[in-house]
């Protein structure tokens, strides 16, 4: 995927969000340390977000995943600061973001990150083309400039010819596509998404997901996606942040969460993945033993399981799997038909 | 979570719930039988209270021009106020009678078109036919600058409470104060500070209008979704950018009824600023109720209605449309023909209807032939209702009473209620208006009764039948636009001055509300439970029994509430046309200086009255009975 020019990174480190009177000193005791259920019951404070730190790369689409009520949504507020942090670091392409002054934040706000809402958050008096350009217009941008760039915008994500109308004659999708347009319009090096599907219909959703992994080829940003629907993550996420009770249980890859679960949680969610749509041939080869012949077809071990299907059924000889020129195992017809088969349920 | 209600062991015998109240009030009974006559605080006219306050108003009249409290402040206050009267009374004038039907056509049609423009053209005509266009311009005057100046006050004020709930806490308490004290209440302290004349009356119509500008301007503030203000301070719009491109524009259509609301409340209450000497049509209207002349009273009465009818059509239209810009030009030419028309027609208004003499033969007409119904009404609500309850509360000690009243609020609310009442009946005592507040809360005990079986029953009616809810749905609508002593008149026509009077205006007055709110609770009883309950088996009664009332009931004691607050004010209003009791002192404190002081005391007594039944109803509302909250 190509990285943008103006793609940013972000560092977060050890960020807390801990809501209710007294955060601070929640934070400085060992409460912080106490299960959510406890910490209510003993301070009357929430601890939303709990020491999580991560990396996103320019360029990468970086997803946090994890039930209602865990954290993620507030996390991605934090990091531009519509919900203000207990403690931590956040840089944003360098820039210290806790540290900024109103203004620096307005600018922030105003050029670099852009958000995309779960519930749109379209401003209903407005036509179309006044919401695409209400960012450029806050920035005093000039009437006839930002009109002519959310034409080019709406143009982008799709909506021709509804520029006109006001957002309540429009459907969800295309709500949504006026609330990604809006964000786009600012030309942001990073674009945070807030559960942008999750109230819209499922194949609408599927649609707007495309959208977004092509919009992602074409423009390149930084972005942070939150979402509840694993299948979503797994689809868009190059790499996944997993959240429960506000830390971070997991963060990598889809192939590393679903071939090797940090915990019987995520186990517990990664379960009725199927393993051949994400995991690759590294993960199930083995070591060759006498009885293998060394005659049957390569493939790459980052192949998928279920593209290495087809090359199992030509040949009943083992598929090597192969590194480079290295080989690392070998795979047969029985070692990838166990991989595709369901697995056992997890009990405790 | 201790014991688990399941497991408790039956006790072998418990006291019905009901003994301790019956024993409770059986013992009151006794002991008012015991007790009558002794221990009662009978009215003074001369209390050393009612002396203190009248001189307090001479010293202050004789210092005004001396206490730099005066001389910096209030005096500046008033000559503002009186001055932007001035202003909006001259002006109003100047248009004439041509203009200014031609500027309210002209607004009417801007904000919903031709009709509402027609509609405000003809209503205003409507008032010179009626032989009072000067005193309409006076009232309209008053109404512009009091709602002028609630708006400039209110709507920031409402903004900032909108997005700032603390705020918004504190103002609560302050604002339901306001709502709940009868508009006589506003009066004495305003003569205090302004002495009688219009800036008084400006600034009494202001206080009493400002509670809606500011309570639903904070509603439609708080209901801006918060997703819209987030998206736009993520964009990076600066908090003032926010306030004008998405919390205004958003909050608009609630905002233009908060404006409609405060209009409304003013023009109710310019008609008693009368009482302190205001201009306007109130001054017949006070003439007409006072001297029992219906005649004199009903075109100033049926203008105000007319008014309120051509304001709430526009305001609520503007409230409800897109702004058209298009339209400006078109409207300010039309205001401008119509000011044009001021020079080539006559100053005065040409034509009128006379319609006193008339309108008087028909009510002594009434008053003869119905004569023997009204009086057999009349006599017999007093002779089994009125005259036993007041002579209880008037001959038990006052002591007695104050426990009932203090037991029942406990009951029925808690701890905090009966502080409350507590409080209450203490300060009436120790202003000295102890007989008279017992005599007003006779009436309003007998009102509200009346109030709420009218109530209830027609809003079962409603709930139950489609059609007779669209029957009664536009009488409801109509009632409530209409300001408060409109109520006075057919009540006057039919019973003369009398104690009754006030009651029968009262209750007509009340039962609109109480049968919406009761209709609206029944009705939002959710269907599935409705549907639930129809698969069991229910018949309609037991529906209505065990399902829809006892689910409507926050519905229905609000009702029980509004309607006791309304009563109240209405019982106190109904003074005027021989009510007696704390309205008549109250009345009688601005027109006599000597009464002065207890007139002031009453306003007071009749604040403390309010706000004890209020919180005792109020108390119903928001919590279990103490006694169902120790069994759960």
Redesign the interface.
């Known amino acids: 995927m190509r990285i943008g020019p103006e793609s940013a990174g972000i560092e977060v480190k050890g960020l807390w969000k801990i809501f209710g009177p007294k955060a601070e000193r929640v934070l400085t005791s060992d409460d912080r340390l106490l299960e959510p259920a406890a910490l209510r019951e003993r301070t009357g404070c929430t601890a939303a977000v709990r020491d999580v730190s991560f990396e996103v790369r320019p360029g990468e689409v970086f997803v946090v995943m994890g039930l209602s009520g865990s954290g993620k949504s507030t996390l991605v507020?934090c990091l531009?600061r519509?919900i203000e942090p207990t403690a931590g670091e956040i840089a944003i392409g360098g820039d210290d973001v806790l540290r900024a002054t109103p203004a620096g934040?307005?600018?922030?706000?105003?050029?670099r990150?852009?958000?995309v809402?779960?519930?749109?958050?379209?401003?209903?008096?407005?036509r179309v083309i006044d919401n695409v350009a209400?960012?450029l217009?806050?920035?005093g941008v000039a009437k006839a400039a930002r009109h002519a760039r959310a034409r080019e915008i709406l143009t982008l994500v799709g909506l021709d010819g509804h520029a006109g109308s006001y957002p309540d004659q429009l459907s969800g999708g295309m709500q949504q596509r006026v609330?990604l347009a809006?964000a786009l319009a600012?030309e942001p090096q990073v674009m945070?998404f807030d559960e942008p599907f999750s109230a819209l219909d499922p194949l609408i959703r599927r649609d707007m997901q495309a959208e977004i992994i092509r919009l992602h080829r074409e423009v390149g940003k930084t972005m942070v996606f939150i979402t509840h629907d694993l299948a979503e993550a797994l689809k868009l996420g190059e790499r996944i942040a997993i959240m429960r009770d506000g830390s971070i249980v997991q963060l990598g890859t889809p192939e590393e969460l679903v071939g090797a679960p940090a915990d019987d949680y995520v186990a517990d969610f990664v379960r009725d993945v199927p393993r051949s749509d994400v995991l690759s041939l590294r993960w199930i080869c083995r070591e060759p033993d006498e009885h293998d012949s060394m005659e049957g077809p390569p493939l790459p071990a980052s192949t998928l399981i279920k593209d290495a299907v087809q090359v199992a059924t030509a040949t009943a000889l083992p598929i090597r799997v192969t590194d480079g020129e290295r080989l690392v195992g070998v795979v047969d017809r029985v070692d990838i038909l166990a991989a595709m088969a369901p697995r056992q349920p997890v009990t405790a | 979570m201790a014991a688990e209600p399941g497991l408790a062991p039956p006790p072998a015998f418990r006291l019905p719930r009901w003994a301790a109240p019956a024993a409770f009030t059986l013992v009151l009974v006794l002991a008012y039988l015991l007790l009558r006559g002794s221990g009662t605080l009978p009215h003074d006219d001369d209390a050393p209270q009612f002396t203190a306050i009248t001189e307090l108003r001479e010293w202050v009249d004789a210092h005004k021009n001396d206490s730099p409290l005066f001389l910096y402040f209030v005096n500046y206050v008033r000559l503002f106020i009186g001055g932007l009267f001035a202003l909006l009374q001259t002006s109003l004038h100047g248009l004439g009678w041509p203009g200014l039907i031609g500027v309210m056509g002209a607004l009417g049609w801007l904000a919903g078109g031709w009709r509402t423009g027609l509609l405000a053209m003809a209503s205003l005509a409507a008032c010179g036919v009626l032989g009072v266009w000067t005193l309409t311009v006076d009232t309209l005057a008053l109404v512009g600058a009091s709602v002028l100046l609630s708006l400039a006050i209110g709507l920031p004020l409402g903004v900032w409470a909108g997005r700032s709930p603390r705020l918004r806490r504190a103002l609560g308490p302050v604002l339901d104060f306001m709502q709940i004290m009868p508009t006589f209440a506003y009066l004495a302290p305003m003569v205090l500070f302004f002495q009688i004349g219009a800036p008084a009356g400006v600034a009494a119509t202001m206080i009493y209008s400002i509670p809606p500008a500011i309570r639903i301007t904070a509603l439609a503030i708080e209901q801006v979704s918060p997703t819209a203000v987030e998206a736009s301070a993520s964009l990076g719009a600066t908090p003032r950018q926010t306030l004008t491109k998405v919390y205004l524009p958003l909050a608009r259509s609630t905002m233009g009824l908060a404006i409609n609301q405060t209009i409304m409340m003013a023009l109710s209450m310019v008609v008693i600023a009368n009482l302190i000497n205001s201009p306007g049509l109130g001054s017949d209207i006070i003439k007409g109720l006072s001297r029992e002349n219906v005649g004199l009273m009903l075109p100033a009465g049926l203008a105000i209605v007319l008014i309120g009818i051509a304001l709430d059509r526009t305001t609520m239209a503007a409230s409800r449309q897109r702004f058209r810009p298009s339209r400006v030009p078109y409207a300010v030419a039309a205001g401008l023909a119509g000011a044009g028309l001021t020079f080539v027609l006559p100053a005065e208004w040409p034509w009128v209807l006379r319609t006193a003499q008339p309108v008087n033969e028909a009510v002594r007409w009434a008053e003869r032939s119905w004569f023997e119904v009204t009086d057999a009404i009349k006599e017999a609500v007093s002779l089994f209702l009125l005259n036993p309850l007041e002579g209880v509360l008037t001959s038990a000690p006052w002591w007695l009473v104050a426990l009932a009243l203090l037991a029942l609020a406990w009951r029925i609310g808690g701890v905090r209620p009966a502080v409350t009442v507590a409080v209450c009946v203490a300060a009436i005592v120790l202003l000295a208006l102890w007989e008279h507040s017992m005599v007003t809360l006779a009436m309003v005990i007998v009102a509200v009764a009346a109030t709420l079986a009218i109530g209830v029953s027609l809003g079962i009616l409603g709930a139950r039948s489609a059609r007779f809810s669209a029957f009664q749905r536009p009488l409801l609508d109509a009632a409530q636009t209409l300001p408060a002593f409109v109520y006075l008149l057919p009540a006057l026509a039919l019973f003369g001055a009398t104690r009754f009077t006030a009651i029968f205006a009262s209750v007509i007055y009340a039962v609109p509300p109480v049968v919406r709110l009761v209709e609206e609770g029944i009705r939002n009883v959710p269907p599935t439970v409705v549907e639930a309950a129809l698969s069991a088996g229910s018949t309609p009664r037991q529906m209505l029994w065990k399902v829809q009332l006892p689910m409507a009931r926050k519905a229905i004691l609000l009702a029980a509430n509004q309607g006791i607050v309304m009563t109240l004010a209405m019982v106190v209003l109904g003074a005027l046309v021989g009510g007696g009791a704390l309205g008549y002192d109250v009345v009688s404190g601005f027109s006599q200086r000597t009464d002065f002081g207890m007139g002031f005391a009453a306003g007071v007594a009749i604040v403390l009255l309010g706000i004890m039944l209020d919180r005792i109803t109020q108390g119903a509302d928001r919590r279990p009975p103490p006694l169902r909250r120790k069994s759960l």
């Not at chain 1, 934040?105 to 050029?111: A, F, W």
């Not at chain 1, 749109?120 to 008096?125: E, I, N, Q, S």
């Open positions: 507020r531009t519509l934040l307005r600018e922030l706000r105003r050029h990150v852009s958000m809402f779960q519930h749109f958050g379209l401003l209903p008096h407005r209400y960012g217009e806050v920035q609330g809006r600012v945070l």
